[in-house]
């Protein structure tokens, strides 16, 4: 069935309170490290303090030897993860370099890398045993910087990776693990057409998903061998599959039980505490906890990429871009897999190119292996292309909407990377822009406004959803995905809709491993698109089973039933007169119909839409200190449907600052010896209240007709444009263009000062 | 070691716990007490979400030792509701959306109850800088400064629209 005429809804589109809601505003909700168990042992990990270095021995004597120490564990506990199991199902993930970056194994290659671990009968005790536990490196010259990096005699975190991607095939390692490439048309010609051509190189640095809430997990095995995981994570599922091929333990012996998640945004798609806490529990015959301190999800857990950015404009004087060419080199950290490729396709799919060419480079070093961002690759390759259109803009004496408007995708567009645009909404969102309050709003001094847009390609994948009439005719709703913002009220929503019962009758769950399904993880905002679309399935088929059970109540064939407003009605008068039965009066009688009402659904969603959006930031520049405020923010976004307006709303202002916070200061800051200077929230320093003003968001709404309701994905394009809008925004203010992120006010100061030397103290 | 015997109010209610002396008080909270409410985001004051009420003022209880609290009240974000009825706070966060994944949400709570406690009529902007030392990485504090506005009318005994249904 389709349900995308928005005036037949009844409840999607309206904003109810949450079913999670109060168990989170009263503290109730568990959270990874929130849960304990009898006889529960406390897990600390020991960790590198160099970025590099050969690991030549380690002793646990004198640890083991402190009362209350349990066990303890090293690489000697570890099976290598062949390369032919390196990857499992659909996963993304190179299961034989998580293993090792789980527990280093020779060599240490990052600050924080994880060596050995300790499980004790108090936090303090295991903090002590850390301590007494003796590594012997010898110090490797390390390398930070991707360019350093890449450098033919930079030191080599693997001999065993060769450039994947270039032909000849490379002989010698390198620390460049692949190179893509994308082409469209003539890139040569294209620029040998423009009128002007202008070539930018950015820069920007690592930044951390930074979610309040540290990894935590709480993991006991059993003797023989069943193993219960309670953690959080975006992916129970994950969970189980990534422990139990590290652990070599079989799929079945685990039962994975997702807490409630404090935030993730892609940075919990993978694992780095279950191995070691299972392998702990293994040891000492207990369940072990282990949470990680804010210190250690610094310098031990995946950043995002720092990168440079090359890019070329050629335009004609009329705005048409001839060509365009980007070379995107990004930092993967001690293993491969940077979001290099969906750098280069996110950035230039915003617009409708004749010829271009991007390049990108996956670039070891020894930082954090990089994990997921929100649209990972996507927001530092758009800085640098918005901004280079920007640029291109003021060369030309256009208006950068105008501009944007020009060479903008619409449906039809063939985009570099390949796939032909249908059902899009960018020029809507270039539409709004130009209607929008927002742009009609006067700047004054020191103030200025930036325009910049986004792509996002969300993802679809395996969802299985289960629906049940339980009893009394209230309805459960199983499904497998962590809950990061709210994905439960939307579940409800969609499911109450297609039974026509009221929203507070239907109770979504989050089931473990054991009690749903295979579910692919929360990400790629994935979980309204193929988790809804799955649990409308599993809704549409219990509508089914409860016409079949009306029909066998009165005696008359199936078809003869219909289904409106949350009962059965006869389907005419020949079907027969009989009263309207509810969901509650089937389901009182289903041991006597058939038996238990449910029906279960395992999908793998195809048809996922893009998400487009364009932002509007104003910002005004304190010329004595370098530090930018920003006064006003639109973002708008084709979404598709709002299941749940709300949670909509706060997926674009949530997407919004986090890229604010990479735009003007987040950073991570190393010494000489790559170690990180500034592992906590004082000096990484992410957006407060007091640093943001109200983020209007504008929704535009082009149905997906490839999801039942019309569901796009909506998480993570919102965070693609905000860097850029902030660089236009201070370009338009003070003429100065900052190429290098993030443009925090010592860079910007001095930036100014450059421009315009200060006069001497008076 | 041994540990320190302490003695507390805690959410209206005598409390007794047992503690090493290097202990926080947001460790004795959890660990000891069971009070898993309040959250760790950071271990050293810069994110809020341990925040408590120690005898009518915001503080990180991270940056406190369990044994400082001997004597003291304390009020944790479980002590925020009254029975099944909730704080105004905690029903606008709701009505608002003002919270994705929560774990900064009791952080919020209690520290929006010091404020409104303090400042029945706050403004935008001093709402902002109260809570400028709760972190949330989730919802841009947007709808978080609504709920907050909201709750401070309904406490004033008017009655604000809800949130557009």
Known sequence: MSYLDKSALRLVGTRPIRPDGVDKVTGRANFGADMTMPGMLWGKIKRSPHAHARIVSINFDKALALPGVKAVVSRADFTDVPPEKAHIGAAPHNLRDLSLNCMAKGKVLYEGHAVAAVA?????????????????????????????????????????????????????????????????????????????????????????????????????????????????SQGQFMVRAYTSRIC????????????EIGGGFGGKTIIYLEPVAYMLSKKSGRPVKIVMSREEVFRATGPTSGAVVEVKLGAKKDGHITAARTVLKYQ??????????????????????????TIGYDVLCNRAKVAAYRAPGAPIGSFAVESCVDELARELRIDPLKLREINGANEGTKAVHGPTWVN??????????????????????????????GYWHNAGGESSAACHVNEDGTVTVTEGHPDIGGSRASMALMVAEVLGVPFESVRPVVGDTTAIGFSASTGGSRVTFAGGMAVTQAAEKAVAELKKRAAVIWDISPEAVEWKDGKAYPAGPNAGSFEPLSLAEIAGKAARTGGPISAEVQINAQGQGPGFTTHICDVEV????????????????DVGRAIHPSYVEGQMQGGVAQGIGWALNEEYVYDKDGRLENPGFLDYRVPVASDMPMIDTIMIEVPNPRHPFGARGVGEVPIVPPMAAVANAIADATGIRMRDLPMSPPRLLAALDAEQPRLAAE | MSKQHVSTVINGEPMEFLCEAQQTLLDCLRDELHLTGSKEGCGSGDCGACSVILDGKLVCSCLMLGVEAEGHTITTVEGIAEGDKLHPVQQKFLEHAALQCGFCTPGFIVAAKALLDENKNPTEEETRYWLAGNLCRCT??????????????????ENPPSPAT
Do not use: W
């Open chain 1, 248 to 259: 070599g333990a079989d799929i079945a012996s685990i039962r994975a039980i997702p807490a």
């Open chain 1, 332 to 357: 993967a950290g001690a293993f491969p897999g940077s979001p290099v490729q969906q750098g280069c396709i996110c950035s230039l799919a915003v617009y409708d190119l004749p010829n271009a060419e």
């Open chain 1, 622 to 637: 304190d010329r004595e200190t370098g530090s930018v405020k920003i006064l006003r923010y639109t973002a708008i976004q």
């Open chain 2, 140 to 157: 841009g504090y947007d709808k978080i400064v609504r709920a907050v506005l909201d709750a401070a009318a309904v406490m004033r005994g």
């Open chain 1, 120 to 232: 004790a009968t108090s936090p303090s005790i295991a903090e002590q045993a850390l301590d007494l536990i003796e590594v012997a490196y010898e110090v490797l010259p390390h390398v930070m910087d991707v360019e350093a990096a890449m450098a033919p005699d930079a030191p080599l975190l693997h001999d065993t990776v060769f450039t994947a991607g270039v032909e000849p095939k490379p002989t010698k390692p390198s620390n460049v693990t692949k190179m893509v490439r994308f082409a469209k048309g003539d890139v040569e010609a294209g620029f040998k057409a423009a009128d002007i051509v202008i070539e930018r190189r950015y820069t920007t640095k690592p930044v951390h998903q930074a979610y309040i809430e540290p990894h935590a997990c709480l993991v006991s095995v059993a003797a023989d061998g069943q193993c219960t995981i309670f953690s959080s």
């Open chain 1, 424 to 453: 899009i909404g960018y020029q809507k969102t270039i539409d709004a822009a130009k209607a929008s309050e927002h742009l009609k709003t006067p700047l004054g001094p020191n103030q200025g406004r930036g325009i910049a847009s």
